[in-house]
């Protein structure tokens, strides 16, 4: 019989009753007992439902309050030492100080960093590493949800990060500190963990080693060696499936296949090449969990199609040996289909989220237990419907594709370069030394949130909705005036969110109704599906950013989202390469750009935070990737004059290893995130001589803590190490939609009065 299984489910629950429950402990409504009882039905939730739809392997210890990373650091007891941590067990207020940083009275610290997990947008809390590092076993949450799940009659495969990726994924704070030495010390808990998941009843274990599948030397592969060899015999009779995920293993595969585990998964959505070479070398002891069912986009999976792969698999190594999986965990789609009851029909029809993706599996699973005939029914709908999608005429338009094929290299490049360009902007823009500025957010209250609900129901019309945006765009203009920022942004109050936003207004994108998935912590996103040509009827910004600049005499920077951070935000069509749908949607915000340069508005910032995000996992693959990413914001920001000032906004990524690539987008200004990292992202630019100006963020914005006019200071000082005094702009670190204004208001005084303090220390400037 062929099996069934799922890597992982969504843990927000179907009406995102784990952000309600966790925003809710985060500002004392509701207490921990609540909080733990909310989580407590939520997975019991998702394995009664993966239990429902026929799943032989569901995975436990999935679920996250947070992050399954920062899971790891207090299964573990990576704990730094500024949490106080005594090295007992890690409870949830030091869980969440670790994730949010604490700003009370009494308590001040910082949160750990964030950043992308390898090419999706989702963020984990990035593992520190001290001199002197040592691990207890501080959170036995694996073995605790799998007997949770064995109590409701529900065996489970716990997953685990393994130890070299949970190494390689972290940040050694010393540099004395090598992270992969830190193994023989990390192993003695991940043994420990295994050994009563034994005892507890387990029969399998889901170890995953995303990292098998990036670019790896020889000593990380040597560290799977004497890591496993030393799980197999901690574990016993406890089978080992080892999971890699959003890659091929390339030359990690002889690594891989070469280890003691039952079991190894292969993504074969993002990697179908490797499956030749996998079956002629797979040990005859190992079963192989085949990816055929994508489990980070929402498509309909082509059963037909799937089922060629798994009869090819079977007339290899048998039926037994096959487990029928999705490509990854399940945790980067929405949960529910059947609850898109808005969502336009013929669209609806092509579509299959987590709820869904299971059912495939299942419906794979039976075909190959039981011959296609016992399905067929589900086959031929599925038949159907895929063949919908290729013949429907709202996919392809035909001026989209011909202004694509008419672009030449005139269209990527400004009028002169960035030093002649700086001379015309700053004779039209003349500002202070470490000019001050904002990512373009400001705070959605709920008053915000409940007046575009009330417009988006027809509960007010549209005069009153917009009177209301212009009070609060000029609340907002105001307060910038009157702590002294220099460059103003109105704020984006009629904005739901930064991608959802522009593709409501472009041809080619369709939107969800409750298609949330997790970003980090309770952020959760509604990720738009491009399913056709892009293109842009009618002005997206203009007014909103015209009618700010009118209130003010100060400059308002246009704010707009680019279109890499379009693409890798939303669940892109697979019928023509990801490069083509970026150029269209560069074509419809070079469109945007140009309109707000004609309305007046002489700065326009096109925020790119997911471009590294977009990065392929073997550096092989990256100069292809980088050329055309590179050419689509210069598309986007090439339409206009020199005097324009074109800004971007870049988050939660290492720039070092594409800093050159950064460097030819030839934005005039770059913000960035850097305070969590102490500025220490800066140091890809101390190498580099980035021509242009840089705003490295100053204060994190994921945290409620407030930093102190001295604290943003020194960051500012200790920018100038890496940058010359007169490219440097001051910002947050990103948009401030998240915050409360209660945050907002002392974090940006605080900000505007450091910047003042550091001109007069270093320039003489008051």
């Known amino acids: 019989m062929t099996t069934s299984s799922n890597l992982g489910y969504p843990r927000i629950g179907p009406n995102r009753e784990l952000k309600r429950a966790l925003e809710g402990y985060w500002t004392r409504r509701i207490s921990r007992t609540e909080l733990q009882r909310v989580a407590a039905t939520l997975r019991a939730g998702g394995w009664q439902r993966q239990q429902a739809a026929g799943i032989d392997h569901i995975p436990s210890s999935d679920f996250s309050y947070y992050d399954h990373v920062l899971d790891t650091c207090a299964m573990v007891g990576a704990v730094p030492p500024r949490y106080g941590f005594a090295g007992d067990t890690v409870d949830l207020d030091t869980y969440f100080a670790m994730a949010r940083g604490v700003g009370t009275p009494d308590r001040d610290v910082t949160a750990m960093e964030m950043t992308k997990w390898f090419d999706t947008n989702y963020h984990y809390i990035v593992p520190e590493f001290e001199a002197g590092q040592r691990f207890s076993l501080a959170s036995t949450k694996v073995v605790d949800e799998f007997n949770e799940a064995k109590q409701l009659g529900i065996l489970t495969r716990p997953v685990i990060l393994g130890p070299v990726s949970f190494l390689l994924l972290g940040k050694a704070k010393d540099s004395n500190v090598r992270r992969l030495d830190l193994l023989q010390r990390l192993l003695p808990v991940y043994e420990e963990v295994l050994t009563r998941l034994a005892e507890a009843g387990s029969e399998w274990v889901q170890i995953d080693e995303p990292c098998l599948a990036l670019d790896l030397q020889d000593a990380a592969r040597g560290a799977y060696e004497t890591a496993f060899g030393r799980l197999r015999q901690a574990g016993g009779s406890l089978k080992i499936l080892l999971t890699s995920y959003f890659g091929e293993l390339g030359p990690n595969l002889e690594t891989a296949l070469g280890l003691p585990v039952d079991g190894i998964h292969l993504d074969l959505m993002r990697a179908p090449e490797q499956l030749d070479d996998v079956l002629s070398r797979l040990p005859q002891s190992m079963a192989l969990s085949a990816g055929v069912v994508d489990g980070r986009n929402v498509w309909l999976n082509d059963l037909g199609r799937s089922l060629e792969v798994l009869q090819k698999i079977v007339a290899a190594i048998g039926h037994e040996r096959l487990i029928v999986a999705p490509s990854c965990s399940m945790l980067h789609v929405p949960i529910d289909l059947a609850r898109e009851q808005k969502l336009d029909p013929e669209i609806r029809n092509w579509l299959s989220f987590a709820d869904q993706k299971l059912q495939e599996l299942a419906v794979l699973a039976r075909a190959m237990s039981e011959g296609r005939d016992a399905v067929g029914e589900q086959i031929e709908d599925n038949r159907r419907r895929i063949a919908s999608r290729g013949a429907s005429v709202r996919v392809h338009r035909p001026e989209v594709k011909k202004r694509v094929a008419a672009l030449g290299p005139g269209d990527t490049r400004r009028g002169s370069p960035y030093a002649q360009r700086r001379l015309v902007q700053r004779g039209k823009l003349p500002l202070a030394p470490f000019p001050t500025t904002t990512i373009g957010s400001f705070p959605q209250t709920s008053e915000v949130r409940a007046k575009r609900s009330a417009f988006t129901k027809g ?75 892009v293109a842009r009827p009618e002005p997206m910004t203009v007014r909103w950013s015209t009618y700010a600049a009118s209130l003010t005499d100060r400059p308002v920077k246009g704010m707009l989202t680019g279109p890499i951070t379009m693409l890798q935000w939303s669940f892109v069509r697979d019928d023509q390469p990801r490069r083509d749908t970026a150029r269209q949607i560069a074509l419809a915000i070079r469109d945007e750009v140009c309109d707000l340069e004609a309305a007046g508005i002489g700065l326009v910032q096109i925020d790119e935070p997911a471009f590294r995000e977009g990065l392929p996992l073997k550096r092989a693959d990256w100069p292809a990737y980088l050329a055309w990413a590179v050419e689509c914001f210069r598309l986007a920001s090439s339409g206009v004059s020199d005097a324009t000032q074109i800004h971007t906004h870049m988050c939660y990524s290492e720039f070092n290893d594409i800093i050159s690539a950064i460097g030819e987008l030839d934005a005039d200004v ?12 800066l140091e890809a630019f101390e190498s580099y001589d980035y021509p242009n100006e840089i705003g490295p963020g100053v ?47 002392p974090a940006l005084k605080n900000m505007v009065e450091a910047a003042k303090a550091v001109r007069a220390e270093l320039v003489g400037v008051g």
């Open 699 to 745: 204060f994190d914005i994921h945290s409620p803590r407030v930093p102190g006019v001295e604290e943003i200071k020194q960051l500012l000082l200790k920018a100038t190490k890496y940058l010359a005094p007169e490219k440097v702009w001051v910002n947050p670190d990103c948009g401030l939609k998240t915050r409360r204004w209660e945050e907002v208001r």
């Open 459 to 533: 509960q007010i019309d549209r005069e009153a909705y917009e009177a209301f945006l212009e009070q609060e765009i000029g609340r907002i203009v105001r307060f910038q005036e009157e702590i002294g920022i220099d460059v103003l942004v109105h704020g984006e109050p009629e904005r739901n969110d930064m991608v959802q936003y522009f593709g409501e207004r472009l041809t080619g994108f369709a939107f969800t109704g409750q298609g949330w998935v997790q970003s980090y912590g309770s952020r959760y996103v509604r990720p738009p599906i491009i399913y056709g040509d």
């Open 670 to 681: 770059i913000s960035i995130e850097s305070s969590r990292s102490q500025m220490e992202l």
